[in-house]
């Protein structure tokens, strides 16, 4: 994630503080012996049970219990007092086991304090104090009332909880900022609303003196309602996309430097898609943000920054205050060395926050994960994915998607077992149903085992799930209800049908394959023919029937191919140069170079794709069978290949992973005569590759 900065000396109550204000803890705290570190651990246990998981009613019990126990040591010290009634009362009010002591609301009359991330903590119990003995005369009637921070992720939970559980009575509330803020929360304000409100403070604005930037009143309230919005606020109408770009080049000529009027921009021009402007306001907003770092020493909320950069989806400051935010409040990273091993470790779920702060990291992982080229950089990709598992996704489509892509990246890899073992535990024990590429790429590992059977058994029972009569007796959930059926779904069927004659290739005869041929294509015409209700891509060469045609017809010249039948493979290559298509199947291109053993089929292959694994088989098979290997010409050759080959294999994942691949740039290496010790690396590679080979290449998997 690049170079981090200096983390937190956790050794003073000041850190402490800021830790408990975000929703994290350390183990490192050295002040856990004294009444303050013991109560503060205590609240993050409650919290562990309240906040950040379902409520568990037997570990609230034993966390009262403890804090009784506690209590009985507190003499004088109103602060301890406070947080251990908080606990006292959350308790009693989840297990119903009694009604909760009301105690004084008034927090910061009791603990004297001008220290910020103590008075952000104090914040944060008075919030959870009215939260759970329902007791909000105090906020309410606060003119002046400050809305929490984002990087003060437990008061914004509980103020949120208390407006969207409709604690609040909104008639009621006294501060203007409170009750926007409590309409923005909610979704119950128009968008035409936000504006007017916003005109009318910018109509009593003027750009300030040097003296008035952080005490003239209407630049406060400016700066706190565009803090609202560039935290919380999404619901801007394109309608209104002109009136917005009014009011922030009002606002900006009205204020100075003003970081949340910028972060508005940004985040504004972001979502209307004009990234040119959302570009030029992020610049500023980033230079404000660390002249203000300059100051103060520290940044003001960099949960904030963080959640506007997502917005924009700027890669560098993300990483930068993803990785600051880590590193400050010592939340769980995964170690690049355990990225392919979190099954075995456990590693779920270690990052354990509010639902805000929750998404906002959720997001900037989700992007960065996005921006990584699998090809070029395979280590940040799982580092990316395996940190998303450590939060919390309460979407299960999304959190089902990730787990798939998950197994499917380690057996581009050939981490065969690791990948089986993942979709086994993590995916197809959860859902075994409905489930085709799971199990697809289950039954296409096992197919790299030796005893290929388990493979032969998931195929088959997915595949006779196709050919269930209408009469017979068979669980519902075993029915195929062919026109549900998405145009991918499909597709998967017919690669299961290649693997299944493929399958019994190996462990019977081609020829046993051959007999299965007409079942493909019976197959093919059940599903896209008969069956046509499927939106096709006409944009998308791949998501049309005429290219899944083309499969099957190269999947029948494969095996006439390979049983040296040629008349019948050139038959298929025929029907092949039939289908009317007006896109270029390299597939096909490649096939005919096989069969006719046409070299210059391969060489066009390469000439639109560099790194097709396929083409670079083909060519090097084909030129180490030339009869004029004493030739300088052929030399030069064998030179050209052995650098393309070499080229793909480092930048493209599944060349570099494939074992037949390295085994030929081996075999070119011998003839040219390079050093040993290169040859023994190709060849030690290209083993170990070969010894997870399967049946199919994963990467028939996605269209």
């Known amino acids: 994630m690049g170079k981090s900065e200096q983390t937190f000396e956790i050794q003073i109550e000041d850190d402490l503080f ?26 993050h246990r409650f919290h562990s049970n309240t906040i ?79 939260y759970y003995i329902n007791s909000v005369d105090e906020l309410i009637n606060d003119d002046d009332f400050e809305i929490p921070l984002l990087d003060n992720s437990i008061a914004t939970h509980y103020l949120n909880k208390l407006i969207q559980e409709k604690k609040l009575d909104e008639k009621k509330i006294k501060s203007k900022l409170l009750d926007f803020y409590a309409d923005i929360i ?71 430097q003003s970081i949340n009027a910028a972060g508005l ?27 203000n770092k300059e100051l103060s020493g520290v940044y ?88 998303i598992f450590q939060l919390n996704i309460e979407d299960k489509g999304v959190l089902s998607k990730y787990e798939y892509e998950y197994a499917y990246s380690l057996s581009l890899i050939k981490q065969n077992e690791k990948s089986a073992q993942w979709l086994k535990q993590i995916i197809l024990s959860k859902q075994p149903t409905n489930n085709l590429p799971s199990w697809l790429l289950l039954a296409i590992l096992e197919s790299g085992r030796e005893d290929k059977m388990n493979a032969l058994t998931i195929v088959n029972s997915i595949l006779t799930c196709l050919d269930i009569d209408e009469d017979e007796e068979v669980d519902e959930e075993d029915l195929v209800n062919i026109n549900d059926l998405t145009f991918e779904s499909r597709y998967l069927y017919v690669i299961f049908k290649f693997l299944q004659i493929d399958i019994i290739s190996e462990i019977h005869d081609i020829s046993d394959s051959i007999d299965l041929l007409p079942s493909l294509f019976q197959l093919y015409e059940k599903i896209f023919i008969k069956n046509n209700n499927f939106t096709e891509i006409k944009s998308k060469p791949k998501f049309t029937s005429q290219y899944v045609l083309q499969l099957v017809w190269m999947q029948a010249a494969k095996l006439y191919y390979k049983n040296d039948q ?22 096909a291109i490649n096939m005919k170079g096989f069969v006719l053993s046409d070299i210059n089929q391969f060489e066009s292959v390469l000439s639109y794709d560099a790194f097709n694994l396929i ?89």
């Open 18 to 43: 800021k830790f408990k204000n975000f929703g994290s803890y350390v183990s490192r705290c050295n002040i856990s012996n004294n009444l303050l570190g013991k109560a503060t651990f205590l609240l």
């Open 52 to 130: 950040f998981n379902e409520p568990n009613l037997e570990n609230l019990k034993v966390i009262q219990k403890e804090c009784h126990q506690l209590m009985s040591s507190v003499k004088h010290d109103s602060l301890v007092t406070y947080i251990l009634n908080n606990i006292d009362n959350g308790v009693k009010v989840l297990t119903s086991s009694e009604a909760p002591i009301p105690q004084t609301s008034n927090l910061k009359s009791l603990v004297n304090t001008t220290n910020l991330a103590k008075l952000e903590f104090l914040n944060s119990l008075i919030l959870e104090n009215a």
């Open 186 to 256: 909610t979704n119950n304000v128009d968008d035409d609303y936000v504006l007017t409100t916003l005109n009318e403070i910018v109509d009593h604005l003027r750009f300030p003196n040097a003296d008035e930037i952080i005490k003239n009143k209407d630049q406060i309230k400016i700066s706190n309602y565009l803090k609202v919005l560039m935290d919380h606020y999404k619901g801007f109408k394109e309608e209104n996309y002109t009136k917005w770009e009014d009011i922030i080049v009002k606002i900006v000529s009205k204020t100075f």
């Open 265 to 291: 921009a940004s985040k504004f021009f972001a979502i209307k898609g004009d990234s040119l402007q959302a570009e030029l306001y992020f610049r500023n907003f980033i230079i404000f943000v660390k002249k």
């Open 300 to 387: 003001d909320d960099v949960l904030s920054i963080l959640n506007v950069s997502n917005y924009v989806k700027d890669k560098e400051q993300v990483t930068h205050f993803l990785n600051l935010i880590y590193n400050h409040y010592d939340l769980t990273l995964i170690n690049t060395k355990e990225t392919m091993n979190i099954l075995e470790n456990n590693k779920f779920g270690s990052v354990k926050l509010p639902e805000l702060t929750n998404s906002i990291l959720l997001s900037s992982w989700e992007f960065l994960n996005s921006q990584v080229d699998i090809n070029t950089n395979i280590q940040d990709y799982f580092y990316s994915l395996t940190n």
């Open 566 to 587: 040629k008349e019948e493979a050139v038959k298929c290559l025929k029907e092949l140069s039939d289908i009317d298509v007006d896109f270029k199947n390299l597939n």
């Open 615 to 703: 083409a670079l088989i083909g060519y090097a098979d084909l030129l180490l069978k030339d009869n004029h290997k004493e030739s300088l010409e052929y030399m030069n050759k064998l030179n050209v290949l052995g650098l393309k080959i070499s080229t793909a294999i480092n930048s493209n994942i599944q060349c570099r992973y494939s074992g037949q691949l390295q085994m030929l740039l081996f075999r070119i290496y011998k003839l040219l005569g390079h050093g040993k010790d290169l040859q023994q690396d190709i060849l030690l590679s290209a083993i170990e590759c070969l010894e997870n080979e399967t049946i199919l290449d994963p990467w028939i998997i996605k269209l």
